[in-house]
């Protein structure tokens, strides 16, 4: 982002200050009534640390509080209570109500939320075993502030434990089937005994039997006995397995039993409102061993349908093969609405039976979206009209068809000698087809289930005709993206990506009357076939992303590689192309790219609370050109600086190594290397309304593989490259919309490592020559 105007810089400073002298100058009893008082603090103290465990801490039992006080940050400022405290008491005023709507109001102190607190956390203890816990509240008033501070002292005594456990399992099929991998269960021997963890165990139980055929299991059969002697705080435990209700259709039912899956049945012509009581209509034909009932619109091939369903006839019930069978059909773009449901059918040859049936409806099949703008430029007008067509079931596959095209015209005045066009023309087309699964020859329907995969081809043709030039950019793609069931994971593979500009013609002189490197190189001919392969995997759970804080650490690991040209360089080679002068081979005339791309990139965050967090990245790239090529294509370098790097220095503007770009235009296309390596930590803490602050300490630099004489010292080396590591300190203010971010980030340089400059500006900092804004969206890791 281009560098604020310094009266801007200045309103920012004088507003920052403000913001700061209003919260600390505005009595925070300002809205509190006579006679009440505020809940100024409010604090937990474990008076027996040696009883405390993982599970019991200040931290985690201030969520058993009914009431706290106003929110801290910065070390304990309450910004939220200021901002509401700025305005006045007239409620009438719009200005009033807009402060308080942004701010919080006074947490009012009430005694009855104090007893009720000091109940929810003895009761949260007692669940956790420890039974004899003593909760006490102590509550200082200040009369002549209005103020209340509150402290909970909590004396936790020995826990309970759990001395013996036993189970009452009257079937010995179905004690078999629980106790095969009593490791997953929560509840050990001499562990604490806590009544989370005996629910933990319930549902894991549960899950266990309903996935290995025990359809009518719930976790209300499993309950637990606990047997206690007075004085004692050993608890003998049993495990108890409830026997069944009785079953509709299916007399005799006394004892827990497995189920069979008779029949699987397509309904894709569901109408929630003409199919009441599982009467299903319509044409009915069998596919392998599912059945399928449809309307006169077949619109999903039985085939699609079969690799999506889990569920096999003839086998157990599997609640986790109704899980996947949901996920997969779920992929499916043309499905509007999914249902699974399972009937009791009845007892046959010793066996209890359901069948299942899949209720699906489906989305529109196609759109289509016109577009029309006008343009003027400089007296010379022009229009484009634009065509955007979508089939999301092209082949009854949810197979998704994606067309754009457009075209453009303007009228050029002011004819001059030697152009090439009069006017100026642009033609663009591009297609795209997305394909549910891995779309390759002998795949299995085993791999394809295990596999949740996207087939995607596309290719694109733009042909530009203007006064100066004509140009054609065009290129094409197949890849394959996928993940595993129940993964976080998630892969890339570029089979094929191709990219070619070339420029048939224009005026003479044309590319050297462009002054801009980086233009210039968009118009230079060029041509890429590559090949790449990228890696993700974060243990971050699919939460509401205003819970996300309900995971402590969060991790998040991405890595690619990529290589050109070696299938060219081969076929070069077999057939004894000829080379040109630089010793290169070329296609369609030109000089095609080979080389070696590898990148890696680790983020850790970690969450004191809902409110703040710490985050952590570190990023290292190596990319080597070799064979066809001496240097890397343009947009395939490293570049550091910039709202996602080191954000002391504009993008583009740092290194590599000790180079002095000095900014200027010329040398911004040599501000790009072969190697990268960044690292950054980062506070993030939510101030109030949707506002956050950021505070961070940035490093990293690129460098080049070969010493290049444009860009002197910038060569890596290993006894100079700690010296050229780039050191950037800052604060950021970030708008959180939950779904979207809006990031405003100031960068300050600590250590510069270009040649010439004052390389510790951190000691002798100076705003205008070390500060940098950044606006983005999101955060920068």
């Given at each position: 982002?281009?560098?604020?105007?310094?009266?801007?810089?200045w309103?920012?400073?004088?507003?920052?200050?403000?913001?700061?002298?209003?919260?600390?100058?505005?009595?925070?009893?300002k809205?509190?009534?006579?006679?009440?008082?505020?809940?100024?603090?409010?604090?937990?103290?474990?008076?027996?640390?040696?009883?405390?465990?993982?599970?019991?801490?200040?931290?985690?039992?201030?969520?058993?509080?009914?009431?706290?006080?106003?929110?801290?940050?910065?070390?304990?400022?309450?910004?939220?209570?200021?901002?509401?405290?700025?305005?006045?008491?007239?409620?009438t005023?719009?200005?009033?109500?807009?402060?308080?709507?942004?701010?919080?109001?006074?947490?009012?102190?009430?005694?009855?939320?104090?007893?009720?607190?000091v109940?929810?956390?003895?009761?949260?203890?007692?669940?956790?075993?420890?039974?004899?816990?003593?909760?006490?509240?102590?509550?200082?008033r200040?009369?002549?502030?209005?103020?209340?501070r509150?402290?909970?002292?909590?004396?936790?005594?020995?826990?309970?434990?759990?001395?013996?456990?036993?189970?009452?399992?009257?079937?010995?099929?179905?004690?078999?089937?629980?106790?095969?991998?009593?490791?997953?269960?929560?509840i050990?021997?001499?562990?604490?005994?806590?009544?989370?963890?005996?629910?933990?165990?319930?549902?894991?139980?549960?899950?266990?039997?309903?996935?290995?055929?025990?359809?009518?299991?719930?976790?209300?059969?499993?309950?637990?006995?606990?047997d206690?002697?007075?004085?004692?705080?050993?608890?003998?435990?049993?495990?108890?397995?409830?026997?069944?209700?009785p079953?509709?259709?299916?007399?005799?039912?006394?004892?827990?039993?497995?189920?069979?899956?008779?029949?699987?049945?397509?309904?894709?012509?569901?109408?929630?409102?003409?199919?009441?009581?599982?009467?299903?209509?319509?044409?009915?034909?069998?596919?392998?061993?599912?059945?399928?009932?449809?309307?006169?619109?077949?619109?999903?091939?039985?085939?699609?349908?079969?690799?999506?369903?889990?569920?096999?006839?003839?086998?157990?019930?599997?609640a986790?093969?109704?899980?996947?069978?949901?996920?997969?059909?779920?992929?499916?773009?043309?499905?509007?609405?999914?249902?699974?449901?399972?009937?009791?059918?009845?007892?046959?040859?010793?066996?209890?039976?359901?069948?299942?049936?899949?209720?699906?409806?489906?989305?529109?099949?196609?759109?289509v979206?016109?577009?029309l703008?006008?343009?003027?430029?400089e007296?010379?007008?022009?229009?484009?009209?634009?065509v955007?067509?979508?089939?999301?079931?092209?082949?009854?596959?949810?197979?998704?068809?994606?067309?754009?095209?457009?075209?453009?015209?303007?009228?050029?005045?002011?004819?001059?000698?030697?152009?090439?066009?009069?006017n100026?023309?642009?033609?663009?087309?591009?297609?795209?087809?997305?394909?549910?699964?891995?779309?390759?020859?002998?795949?299995?329907?085993?791999?394809?289930?295990?596999?949740?995969?996207?087939?995607?081809?596309?290719?694109?043709?733009?042909?530009?005709?203007?006064?100066?030039?004509?140009?054609?950019?065009?290129?094409?793609?197949?890849?394959?993206?996928?993940?595993?069931?129940?993964?976080?994971?998630?892969?890339?593979?570029?089979?094929?990506?191709?990219?070619?500009?070339?420029?048939?013609?224009?005026?003479?002189?044309?590319?050297?009357?462009?002054?801009?490197?980086?233009?210039?190189?968009?118009?230079?001919?060029?041509?890429?076939?590559?090949?790449?392969?990228?890696?993700?995997?974060?243990?971050?759970?699919?939460?509401?992303?205003?819970?996300?804080?309900?995971?402590?650490?969060?991790?998040?690991?991405?890595?690619?590689?990529?290589?050109?040209?070696?299938?060219?360089?081969?076929?070069?080679?077999?057939?004894?192309?000829?080379?040109?002068?630089?010793?290169?081979?070329?296609?369609?005339?030109?000089?095609?790219?080979?080389?070696?791309?590898?990148?890696?990139?680790?983020?850790?965050?970690?969450?004191?609370?809902?409110?703040?967090?710490?985050?952590?990245?570190?990023?290292?790239?190596?990319?080597?050109?070799?064979?066809?090529?001496?240097?890397?294509?343009?947009?395939?370098?490293?570049?550091?600086?910039?709202?996602?790097?080191?954000?002391?220095?504009?993008?583009?503007?740092?290194?590599?190594?000790?180079?002095?770009?000095?900014?200027?235009?010329?040398?911004?296309?040599?501000?790009?290397?072969?190697?990268?390596?960044?690292?950054?930590?980062?506070?993030?803490?939510?101030?109030?309304?949707?506002?956050?602050?950021?505070?961070?300490?940035?490093?990293?630099?690129?460098?080049?593989?070969?010493?290049?004489?444009?860009?002197?010292?910038?060569?890596?080396?290993?006894?100079?490259?700690?010296?050229?590591?780039?050191?950037?300190?800052?604060l950021?203010?970030?708008?959180?919309?939950?779904?979207?971010?809006?990031?405003?980030?100031?960068?300050?340089?600590?250590?510069?490592?270009?040649?010439?400059?004052?390389?510790?500006?951190?000691?002798?900092?100076?705003?205008?020559?070390?500060?940098?804004?950044?606006?983005?969206v999101?955060?920068?890791?």
């Open positions: 982002m281009k560098r604020m105007t310094s009266g801007i810089k309103f920012m400073i004088l507003a920052s200050i403000l913001m700061i002298e209003v919260a600390i100058s505005c009595s925070s009893t809205h509190v009534p006579d006679g009440q008082f505020l809940l100024d603090d409010v604090t937990i103290q474990i008076l027996d640390k040696e009883n405390e465990t993982e599970d019991i801490s200040s931290a985690e039992l201030v969520n058993y509080l009914r009431q706290t006080e106003n929110h801290k940050v910065l070390g304990g400022l309450k910004l939220q209570l200021a901002l509401y405290n700025i305005s006045g008491k007239d409620s005023k719009w200005f009033n109500r807009w402060v308080q709507r942004l701010g919080t109001p006074p947490v009012i102190y009430d005694s009855t939320l104090t007893e009720a607190s109940n929810q956390l003895t009761r949260a203890l007692s669940n956790k075993g420890y039974m004899n816990n003593q909760v006490t509240s102590l509550v200082d200040n009369v002549k502030k209005k103020k209340v509150v402290k909970y002292e909590i004396k936790l005594n020995q826990p309970y434990y759990v001395r013996n456990i036993s189970y009452n399992i009257p079937d010995d099929t179905l004690s078999t089937l629980i106790l095969s991998d009593t490791t997953l269960f929560p050990r021997q001499n562990s604490t005994f806590d009544h989370n963890k005996l629910d933990a165990e319930r549902v894991i139980i549960t899950e266990h039997l309903r996935n290995n055929g025990y359809f009518a299991f719930n976790k209300e059969y499993v309950t637990f006995t606990a206690t002697a007075a004085g004692s705080r050993a608890v003998d435990l049993t495990l108890n397995i409830a026997p069944p209700r079953l509709k259709r299916l007399e005799g039912y006394t004892a827990h039993r497995p189920f069979y899956v008779r029949n699987v049945t397509f309904v894709t012509n569901y109408d929630p409102v003409t199919m009441q009581n599982n009467e299903y209509h319509g044409d009915t034909a069998m596919y392998q061993n599912i059945r399928v009932i449809h309307g006169p619109d077949d619109f999903l091939r039985h085939s699609v349908l079969d690799e999506c369903c889990y569920i096999e006839p003839g086998q157990l019930y599997d986790s093969d109704v899980d996947k069978t949901y996920q997969a059909l779920g992929r499916l773009g043309i499905v509007k609405f999914i249902d699974i449901n399972s009937q009791l059918v009845g007892e046959m040859d010793d066996k209890i039976w359901i069948d299942t049936y899949i209720l699906l409806t489906r989305e529109k099949k196609q759109s979206a016109f577009s703008e006008g343009t003027n430029s007296g010379d007008l022009g229009f484009g009209v634009g955007d067509y979508y089939h999301h079931n092209l082949f009854r596959g949810s197979e998704v068809l994606n067309a754009k095209f457009k075209v453009s015209y303007e009228s050029i005045s002011g004819k001059i000698d030697g152009l090439i066009n009069d100026y023309s642009e033609y663009a087309t591009e297609v795209g087809i997305t394909f549910p699964k891995f779309k390759a020859p002998f795949l299995k329907k085993s791999f394809k289930q295990r596999i949740q995969a996207s087939t995607e081809f596309h290719t694109n043709f733009n042909y530009q005709a203007r006064p100066e030039y004509t140009r054609i950019i065009a290129g094409a793609g197949w890849k394959y993206v996928w993940r595993e069931q129940q993964s976080m994971t998630r892969h890339t593979f570029n089979l094929l990506d191709l990219n070619y500009v070339y420029l048939p013609h224009s005026k003479s002189h044309f590319l050297d009357s462009i002054t801009n490197p980086l233009l210039r190189y968009s118009y230079e001919d060029h041509f890429i076939m590559r090949m790449g392969y990228n890696f993700y995997h974060t243990n971050k759970r699919e939460l509401n992303p205003l819970h996300a804080y309900q995971q402590e650490n969060i991790y998040t690991v991405r890595a690619s590689a990529e290589t050109a040209g070696n299938l060219l360089y081969a076929i070069s080679k077999m057939t004894n192309q000829k080379h040109d002068a630089d010793d290169a081979y070329k296609v369609f005339g030109i000089r095609y790219s080979q080389y070696l791309k590898l990148e890696g990139d680790y983020a850790f965050t970690h969450y004191f609370n809902s409110r703040s967090s710490l985050a952590v990245h570190a990023g290292l790239g190596v990319a080597v050109p070799y064979g066809n090529s001496t240097v890397l294509p343009f947009e395939k370098r490293f570049y550091s600086g910039g709202a996602n790097s080191v954000r002391g220095w504009s993008v583009r503007s740092l290194g590599p190594g000790s180079f002095n770009g000095r900014n200027t235009q010329n040398n911004f296309i040599y501000q790009c290397g072969d190697i990268r390596f960044d690292a950054s930590i980062e506070y993030r803490a939510k101030l109030f309304w949707v506002l956050e602050l950021g505070a961070f300490i940035d490093v990293g630099n690129i460098w080049t593989i070969r010493d290049y004489p444009t860009q002197p010292g910038g060569v890596f080396k290993f006894d100079k490259f700690f010296e050229q590591i780039a050191m950037a300190y800052g950021g203010l970030r708008m959180d919309f939950t779904y979207f971010l809006l990031r405003l980030d100031m960068g300050m340089k600590a250590h510069n490592p270009a040649s010439g400059q004052e390389h510790w500006p951190l000691f002798n900092p100076r705003f205008k020559r070390d500060a940098e804004f950044h606006f983005s999101g955060y920068p890791f």
